[in-house]
């Protein structure tokens, strides 16, 4: 979080005394109704194949979301407690049944049909959700799922399905990963979970997409499953796109499979889609999925990652509080120059967060604001090695990483060093999807961001995807090396000081390392962009 100044955790929110925001009123009921976005934010959002995909807008009874079917033990509501948590509207799957008494087995689910599929010409599909399992979530024989059924003759002709257990992940996540909250919730984390199919037959053209739950065994109040994203997308065949690579290549390492992409530089290519070969000059939320990094695979860091949502309780960019929710599709946009990825960002996280001023003292009692910023950051296409770099050493009193913004996680979120005022330990000091604000309002992760997007799985199976970038150009991927070992505890390719390590697909890159100092970078392998650092003091915009 940086240096706190003058007020403390336990001396109030900014604008108790003199100066600063207005205190916020907690929100009313009435207040936390759903958003009503505007038909141009609906045009904006609409790139995804389900129209209400974020669960925001309610049917007209107002008892699901627009769209979706609820059964059994499950309800629509507002994700966390008004005042802790700002997570937004979506659905609850009660695994202690609806009146939460517990000792029986109960059941509920959520499910989109979507009939006549789009104009998609390929087969394959993404159906991802985005959920919070609480620590009292319990179900017997693994029976968390998601689920796709196949239908023909407009949903008239059922002709197959398949089904994926989500169950044994959430509990992996539950062993892997801390959030340094030291709550009842401990161990309740926001993660995206994926199914990627193919339609097994040409005359398919309706899908039933499910999210369920049986056998439930939850006792109390905290034994629900949160789902606020509810998403599917076409995505190329991966028999062409994603291309694992068997031999060993040049430090460029580009997949011969990928010869259709244009080089933009470094690992950095341009998907024209079988259009113009001429790079655009910017990518923003249309186009984030022809913006691709070539390791073992084809990855596009950013697709899914360019809007967020400016939260009622934030501050805008002048300082004033936010008194609706507004949506930002473009939070995030990339300009390409021959020598950098420009990254403009408005540093909005796109997932839940703790309520902030966190006068419930839901994470640790930190008195800022989220505020939308305009940052500008520098990546160089080609990053090289700084032949005099330096590790952290003991409380980074060799200063080898700066206070403030070290690199960038792909929705547009600042990274910061591991440590907060006073060189303490920042890793406990978290949200539930590990961040907070700085004094200076900036929303940041010390540590592996749980909720940030990607559009790869990344569960565990194999080498995590890239989660975002150091301010040298080497990029942070998430906790696993390789299927069920993370990264931090190979012994085979342990990680060096500064959180890396060279291997021939990927060359240098870090990993971040769930409950493990440094947690994300210990210190900058490569040459730094100078100009990320000129930015002079990063002061609060005044409240008008």
Known sequence: MGPRGPRGPGMGPPGAGRGGPPRLAKPSDAELAPPRRSAAEEAKAGDALIANADLELAASDGKSPRGFTLQGDATYGYLGTPGKDVSGWGVKLHSAGLSSGGGSSHAGSVSCTMTPLATHTGRWYRFRIRALGQSGFKVAKDQLYLKVDFFADQGKNALDGLTKSLYGTLEQDRRDFTTGNAKPEEGAVWRSHVLEFRLPFSEIDTLKLTVGFEQGQG??????????????????????????INERRSSRGAPSAAADLVPIGGRWHYDPRGGSREVPKRFDHANADQLCYLTSRV????????SAWLRKGNLDLSGKLVAQDRFIADCVTIDVTPTHLVVHSHNLPNHPTAFFPDWSRSADGNPGYIQEKHDTWHLPLVPRENPSHVAMNTGNLNFALPGGAIGIAVNGVVFFNPFDAGGIDASPRMDRCCGHPSPMYEYHY???????KSPWTDEGNDHSPVIGFAFDGFPVYGPYERAGVMAKDDSEHPLDAFNGHTDPVRGFHYHATPGKFPYIVGGFWGVTEASNFRRGPRVRMPVQ
């Open 219 to 244: 006792v109390g109040p905290n034994s629900d499953f949160w789902i606020d994203e509810f998403d599917l997308e076409p995505i190329p065949d991966p028999a062409e796109y994603t291309v694992f």
């Open 299 to 306: 990855e596009t860091p950013f697709a899914d990652n360019m």
């Open 446 to 452: 010390h540590k592996y961001p749980v909720c940030v």
